[in-house]
């Protein structure tokens, strides 16, 4: 790229901001990009919620994934924290690194799929910062989002007797990753074209539940999103809440795509549970809230799921098989570690 | 790393997080960095300002730097910015991306710096997210900080008759990035053990000027911090302004060191006005302010040099010789592009 901006006027990162990314800063706060930080009044009444994740080629994304899709991603992984903690998008930095190789038409597909989730999400660009990297493309988001004061649901407001939602469908971007990694398996899984695109189609572009937010502060007493695997996760929120959970393996929703590989290979129920990208929601609602948690997510079309409840004991979670027996997992969590 | 933690009992991310970062999460709104997000309540009638920036091994630092001066940098690059802004740091988000040899002791080291500048500037860490990585070390901060509504010190605030000013001394990082490339030019700039010691350290730990802050707000018209050269980032606040600036060259302030090496070799002027990585303020005074902000500095015991003036015109930026004619430089700003 050097060699396509004018370097007596700009410098090569203003050329990137000017052509790709100053469109996405449609707030005001943002100051077009033009100076050294955004400054945003916080809205009277509403707290700061704050939320960093990065995505890594080769580790989080394919290195050729489409360009646009990687920008989508990169935004929705954190959009997916906010909306779990019941908090309205307000704005998001971003810190992209990029190879030397990075050409204009990808940053061009890049900046579009980002912009059109920040318009989607209304969770506009605010500032940022663009460097050269002998390593993969790595895209850091730091997101910022409101609630009112005081209603951040958080992973330790679980009681026992409250009962274990999660929205969605689990497991499938996880077998969207298997089946990326090894295409033989649609066979072995007897999947057809259709039902495999929906598992790499969730792989690739996570669905943050920005629209259940408010809901999960009115009716929720814990919640989190699923990132690293409905079981690895539900043990964090256990530990958070000092509880224990059961999960009724049989009640945990699968698609349509997600049913079939598992009735070929009822082994796969693992990877489904423990594999991670599912970011769907996973939240503790008290019995008397269910009816209203429903109605509020029937009316976004929302589906959610009760899969199992919480009772009490030491900060654990039990998967229980349709006989009740608890099945252990080779692998509780999703870790890059 | 993988083979040090319990794998039973937590993810090698929950590992890292225990062992050298939770330390760090002194603010309460960081949840203990048991949550998914951070959630502040921000100070009435303050407003939030925000700054991302990362540093990449091999790009902002040598791999081979030690690791807690990495982790100050890498928080300190936002600082600077912050206090450009006139904002007080109110916490901060990290990314960090690990290669697989990291080891226990470079993480050790690394949260200890970093630990050791979050609680000296008042900036705590309130969140993150580890990942491995394929390429080099990435540190991604996003920080916090507020201001007084309205109160933000923007580089769009320049008006002609408003004199320049720079914080400390100018070009010693630049100098000392030079001599860690290039150790020989010790001898050819006639430096010494210590004016040589004194240039690296420049480059490898910036200083922000956190405590500046409010003065700027009070009597600056326009800052911003220089990261990239005293003469590219002037060019963007007089572009920011719309303004002219003329730099008198022989009253930019130079460090003892610089001073020789500018001696050997006059030509060296164009790294040290160019080359970036100052972390000093470069802000605009109202003729009728610069008594009360030098009185502020001087209370402050932070040193600041009138170095120009600010002149009508379009929106450039001029060096000016001993006998008063402009200079000008090949590459006038730094740029990892």
């Given at each position: 790229?050097?060699?396509?901006?004018?370097?007596?006027?700009?410098?090569?990162?203003?050329?990137?901001?000017?052509?790709?990314?100053?469109?996405?800063?449609?707030?005001?706060?943002?100051?077009?990009?033009?100076?050294?930080?955004?400054?945003?009044?916080?809205?009277?009444?509403?707290?700061l919620?704050?939320?960093?994740?990065?995505?890594?080629?080769?580790v989080?994304?394919?290195?050729?994934?489409?360009?646009?899709?990687?920008?989508?991603?990169?935004?929705?992984?954190?959009?997916?924290?906010?909306?779990?903690?019941?908090a309205?998008?307000?704005?998001?930095?971003?810190?992209l690194?990029?190879?030397?190789?990075?050409?204009?038409?990808?940053?061009?597909?890049?900046?579009?799929?980002?912009?059109?989730?920040?318009?989607?999400?209304?969770?506009?660009?605010?500032?940022?910062?663009?460097?050269?990297?002998?390593?993969?493309?790595?895209?850091?988001?730091?997101?910022?989002?409101?609630?009112?004061?005081?209603?951040?649901?958080?992973?330790?407001g679980?009681?026992?007797?409250?009962?274990l939602?999660?929205?969605g469908?689990?497991?499938?971007?996880?077998?969207?990753?298997?089946?990326?990694?090894?295409?033989?398996?649609?066979?072995?899984?007897?999947?057809?074209?259709?039902?495999?695109d929906h598992?790499?189609?969730?792989?690739?572009?996570p669905?943050?539940?920005?629209?259940?937010?408010?809901?999960?502060?009115?009716?929720?007493?814990?919640?989190?999103?699923?990132?690293?695997?409905?079981?690895?996760?539900?043990?964090?929120?256990?530990?958070?809440?000092?509880?224990?959970?059961?999960v009724?393996?049989r009640?945990?929703?699968?698609?349509?795509?997600?049913?079939?590989?598992?009735?070929?290979?009822?082994?796969l129920?693992?990877?489904a549970?423990?594999g991670g990208d599912?970011?769907?929601i996973?939240?503790?609602?008290?019995?008397?809230?269910?009816?209203?948690?429903?109605?509020?997510?029937?009316?976004?079309?929302?589906?959610?799921?009760?899969?199992?409840?919480?009772?009490a004991?030491?900060a654990?979670?039990r998967?229980l098989?349709?006989?009740?027996?608890?099945v252990?997992?080779?692998?509780?969590?999703?870790?890059?570690?």
């Open positions: 790229m050097a060699d396509r901006h004018d370097e007596k006027s700009m410098s090569g990162e203003d050329f990137l901001i000017d052509a790709y990314f100053r469109p996405l800063a449609t707030h005001p706060g943002a100051l077009a990009l033009q100076d050294d930080t955004a400054v945003l009044a916080p809205p009277p009444g509403f707290d919620v704050l939320k960093t994740d990065a995505v890594i080629a080769g989080h994304f394919f290195a050729d994934d489409p360009a646009d899709a990687i920008g989508r991603k990169a935004l929705r992984v954190n959009l997916s924290d906010l909306a779990a903690k019941g309205s998008p307000g704005g998001f930095l971003m810190s690194a990029l190879p030397g190789d990075t050409g204009a038409d990808w940053l061009r597909a890049f900046a579009g799929g980002l912009g059109a989730d920040a318009a989607r999400y209304q969770c506009p660009l605010l500032g940022g910062d663009t460097d050269r990297t002998q390593g993969p493309l790595t895209v850091s988001i730091a997101a910022v989002g409101w609630v009112p004061h005081g209603t951040m649901v958080r992973r330790s679980a009681k026992p007797g409250d009962r939602f999660v929205t469908t689990i497991g499938d971007a996880a077998l969207g990753l298997r089946l990326r990694l090894d295409p033989e398996s649609a066979a072995r899984w007897g999947l057809d074209g259709p039902s495999c598992l790499l189609a969730r792989y690739l572009i669905q943050p539940r920005t629209a259940l937010a408010q809901s999960l502060r009115q009716y929720a007493s814990a919640a989190m999103d699923i990132s690293d695997g409905l079981a690895g996760d539900l043990a964090k929120l256990c530990r958070a809440s000092s509880v224990c959970a059961d009724l393996i009640q945990i929703p699968w698609s349509e795509a997600a049913e079939k590989a598992l009735r070929h290979d009822p082994n129920v693992e990877t549970v423990t599912d970011y769907e996973l939240c503790t609602v008290p019995i008397d809230q269910i009816a209203a948690f429903h109605a509020a997510a029937a009316q976004l079309s929302i589906d959610v799921t009760q899969i199992g409840e919480v009772v004991g030491n654990a979670a998967f098989d349709a006989a009740g027996r608890a252990t997992f080779d692998r509780p969590a999703f870790s890059h570690f």
